[in-house]
């Protein structure tokens, strides 16, 4: 199971359960610890996750932050843990606290569902006001995980975080502050309109007059944007399916009967599977079966066939692949594992399909 499968099973495991969570302990029980697990930390090992981190040796009633995230013996991810229920705002003073006691140069701040990441864009080693990254975890976006995936343990990189965490801020500020002029634009948004399609003097008669004008025209604006692009998918997937139907080789009943999907095809399919899963997700990799071999496509798709696994001859056995204009070639195999050599063209093949 990849990782962004495993984000949404978390979410779902939340809604299914919150209701009988009933404190704080049961939430990190439930909800967060999982999510460390997921992010490939090891809850068990001291070297990896420390519980109740103590965040300021010198005084004798010691600060403890939830957990910490250790790499190369150092603090770099603190989170402070919060009921399920509870408002997070009311706690940014001492998760703000926390950060400034220790090494690490992230923070979050969870009650479970909602995770907010911070860190110290606007002063070196001062906790910024508002998170970079923000997200409730039963309704979490894909755009929303590609950034929570640069957490996790196997590509953990301070450097590539912070250079994003600098254009999330400011690409999230941009967001609020449009989303905010589209339902009550202001003066300074009308002005702008009006300088660009009226001739006369920007009184504040006519800025009272356009304010409402502004309002409505963007609406329609993007309610036509929104359309015109659902419609345009319509229309693609319409063709892409006419297109498969015409490419699809037809098969009568007494044809598709003699189809069996061999334990050998269904191994040789997985061993294609792995060698895929390096560069694209596993739920994008199908399988179809015909007669005499097994074909495997990328997006269920018979114009992006990866290779052809020819298994049923009890003589010899094949793998076809394919080149950049699909003409297929065979290569005799003495074993399933004769697939991992030809590793570089099923790559290669994802590669063409994926920047065509």
């Known amino acids: 199971m990849d990782f962004k499968e495993q984000i949404k099973q978390l979410g779902d495991r939340v809604l299914r359960f919150k209701d009988q969570t009933l404190t704080e302990e049961a939430t990190k029980s439930a909800f967060i610890m999982p999510f460390i697990q997921i992010l490939g930390y090891d809850l068990f090992n001291p070297l990896e996750v420390v519980p109740e981190f103590v965040t300021d040796y010198g005084v004798k009633n010691a600060e403890k932050v939830d957990y910490a995230i250790f790499k190369d013996q150092q603090p770099v991810l603190i989170i402070e843990c919060k009921y399920h229920q509870e408002n997070l705002e009311k706690h940014y003073t001492q998760i703000h606290k926390y950060f400034h006691l220790t090494k690490a140069r992230f923070a979050v701040l969870t009650n479970g569902i909602q995770y907010n990441f911070y860190t110290d864009l606007d002063n070196a080693n001062k906790m910024d006001e508002k998170p970079f990254l923000s997200f409730d975890i039963t309704n979490i976006k894909d755009q929303q995980i590609k950034e929570l995936a640069k957490f996790h343990k196997s590509g953990f990189d301070v450097t590539q975080i912070l250079t994003t965490a600098s ?190």
């Open 167 to 356: 254009e999330l801020k400011y690409s999230n500020a941009i967001k609020t502050v449009l989303a905010n002029e589209l339902i009550n634009p202001s003066p300074e948004f009308v002005k702008f309109f009006v300088s660009r399609v009226h001739e006369g003097r920007a009184t504040e008669k006519v800025i009272l007059q356009f304010t409402e004008l502004v309002k409505k025209t963007v609406d329609q604006t993007f309610q036509d944007i929104v359309s015109d692009r659902l419609m345009k998918a319509i229309n693609q997937a319409k063709q892409q399916t006419e297109e498969v139907k015409q490419e699809e080789p037809s098969v009568n009943q007494e044809e598709e009967n003699k189809i069996v999907t061999t334990v050998e095809e269904l191994n040789g399919y997985y061993i294609v599977k792995s060698i895929l899963r390096t560069k694209i997700e596993a739920s994008r990799i199908f399988n179809r079966d015909s007669i005499n071999y097994l074909s495997i496509i990328l997006d269920d798709n018979n114009k992006k066939p990866i290779c052809r696994l020819w298994l049923n001859s009890q003589k010899k056995k094949y793998l076809g692949t394919f080149d950049f204009e699909k003409k297929e070639t065979k290569h005799e195999i003495s074993s399933l594992d004769d697939i991992y050599n030809f590793s570089t063209e099923l790559l290669a093949m994802v590669d063409f399909y994926e920047n065509k």
